[in-house]
């Protein structure tokens, strides 16, 4: 609890291990996931290591494919990711200013309609219109997970209290000071939840994108049920499953962390050195 | 209740009462005859709307005052308040801000000369005490060290100790220590006016009285211009120097001090509005020194013997005789029957007086005593405690007449064509 009190300064020079271990139980699920997924990936390894592989399973899962791949899923994830958060946080909070507000409902619908189109439909369209490649995936991800954090940032900005607006606006702050200094950083959890379900949706996504020949670990899975390959399946899948969750943790880490202090809520008011 | 006969907006009939009743209020100023916030038949209507929400709303406020608006809800009295530092841009008319006309300056740079403290408070969760209370003081461009002075400064003059709450996240405080801290942060840069909007509205009775007083205290040392919005009549009276009283479309019904709003409310509205209180209300504004106490009350020293005491009381016209003790301390009340009835020594005799009323009691509080007292009446003593006079129910009456009388023959001059320059306080 000394922690609690302490200033900046003292915080940062004082034990970071108490800091860190206060931390952690405070958020035990943090701690679960990771171990649960190392344990899981631990009785993959050991299962491939102790079964006999044909030809073309070996071709399939050998590490430098499977790590390729791996790594394909993952640029593919962060790159479509990052474009999601370049157009919807700007157009979210666009879209929350009283002067744009007439088109908000249109422009939601039709960022519905990215996630309403199936996801196979939507690669195929993006093919049709850039071709094969690294990027016509990226894109069609972008499209697909662009409504969570699209409605996310206008929730997150449309949720602050308005007194707080209005009593900054009050005090002399100008609309942009407001938007920088009060609405944002109070929007910064909502938003960061819409930006931790795009992640997820792209990772999972992801597998699809060799359809349009973007790589990734849909290569092993798809290969695997061509070729009969049960296991090559069940390895691949079970590997984009872990790498799904394995970000969500990263990503639920980076949500507290970035929630500003003061909204963390784990101190109540309970002072009774002022009772009033 | 006698009709005082004055200008009233409802009387006065349409558009030119507003003005007449402000010239009636204005003029008779506690402090300073130097005006700091004045509206100019200030009108907004809302676009789309063909009715206005404020209809040419005329008002001064004297620099030092606190001014309450005050009217049932939906008066648009926090629209009222909000065109002041035009949070809402007025449709027409001119505000005028210490003499300069602010009707179409930059509105943000205005606001921070202006303190806002609304109901909700509005504290950034996001920020510490210390970095909501330097909003304005940042927003101004003062440097570190003077903004951190000020932040200690403003948390030591809102009774909070700045060691202990400067770091501390606005969820870690009571609704009382948040107001504290939205009125401390209004003072960011020590602005000359101060804008509240129910800024106690929120907060559990027993916390408000507290805040109010301690508000009340700290304007005796700031003396800040205020306009302050509620819609309870007895926080008006208790926290205004003048009150407007606010009928629909903020349409001013009366605009005065609290005791002639109270001894002589304009109209049947205003009427309504303050209720049946009002009588109550106006005691509370009377202290105990300022009235004539009855000293012909039958009074003896406990020393005198009982003969004497039978002797007085039977020469007055009074039920109870009132012995003294050696310090001539109030100490017990006794009946004719008392005396007869036993040979108690007079100081252990009849009842115990319980009823006081020291000079800076309310008369309201004397009437409580005085409700409570066996004799009926509330014995009032100096600071020290002794024997000063008594008073009655009549010595009430007495007090409530003259307020009616005060306040009508307040009117009646203010009726006449020349109201100008006319400095009573009574």
Known sequence: MAIATATEDEAVASPTRAKVSDFLTRNAELVITPAALLLFGLGLALLLSNVELDFTETRQLNWDTTSRRIWETVELAAASTVLVLLIAIPAGILLTRPGVRKVTPAVLSSASIGQAIPAYGLFILFFAWMGQGFWTAVWALTVFSILPVLRNTMIGVEQVDAAVIEAGRGMGMTKLQALVRIELPLAVPVILAGVRTALVINVGMATLAFLVGGGGLGETIFSGIQLSRNLTVVVGAATVAILALGIDWIAAIAERVLRPKGLRGRTSPTDTANPI | ??????????????????????????????????????????????????????????????????????????????????????????????????????????????????????????????????????????????????????????????????????????????????????????????????????????????????????????????????????????????????????????????????????????????????????????????????VQLNTDYPVVRHDVGVTEAQRVLETSSEDWLLVLDDDDRPARWVTLDHLDRTDKRLIENGRKVTALAEPEDTLRDALEEMLLSNAGATVAIDGRGKYHGVIELETLMNVLQRMRREAKAHYARHAEPDTDDTSVDA
């Open chain 2, 1 to 290: 209740m006698a009709e005082p006969d004055q200008t009233t907006e409802e009387s006065g009939g349409g558009d030119a009462g507003g003005p007449d009743v402000v010239a009636a209020g204005a003029g008779t100023a506690h402090g300073s005859d130097e005006i700091m916030i004045e509206l100019q038949e200030v009108t907004k209507r809302y676009p789309g709307s063909n009715e206005d929400a404020i209809e040419s709303l005329t008002l001064q406020v004297p620099k030092g005052e606190i001014l309450v608006l005050v009217g049932p809800s939906g008066c648009g009295k926090s629209t009222a308040l909000r065109l002041i530092n035009r949070m809402i841009e007025p449709t027409s008319g001119h505000i005028i801000f210490d003499g300069e006309d602010v009707t179409t300056v930059d509105a943000d740079h205005l606001r921070r000369r202006i303190g806002y403290v609304i109901q909700q408070i509005g504290l950034f969760p996001h920020r510490t005490i210390a970095d909501n209370i330097a909003t304005v003081p940042r927003l101004s461009g003062w440097d570190k060290q003077r903004t951190d002075a000020r932040v200690d400064e403003l948390l030591e003059t809102v009774g909070m100790d700045p060691s202990m709450y400067r770091d501390r996240y606005p969820n870690e405080l009571s609704g009382g220590q948040a107001q504290r801290i939205g009125v401390a942060r209004a003072l960011g840069a020590d602005p000359l006016v101060m804008l509240m909007d129910e800024p106690f509205g929120a907060i559990d009775p027993i916390t408000r009285d507290r805040l109010q007083n301690e508000f009340l205290r700290l304007q005796q040392e700031l003396r800040k211009t205020i306009v302050f919005v509620t819609h309870d009549i007895d926080e008006a009276i208790k926290m205004g120097d003048r009150i407007a009283i606010l009928g629909e479309r903020s349409r001013i019904a009366q605009f005065d001090t609290p005791e002639r709003i109270l001894a002589a409310p304009a109209n049947d509205f205003v009427e309504d509005f303050i209720g049946s209180g009002a009588t109550l209300q106006g005691l509370s504004l009377e202290r105990v020194r300022d």
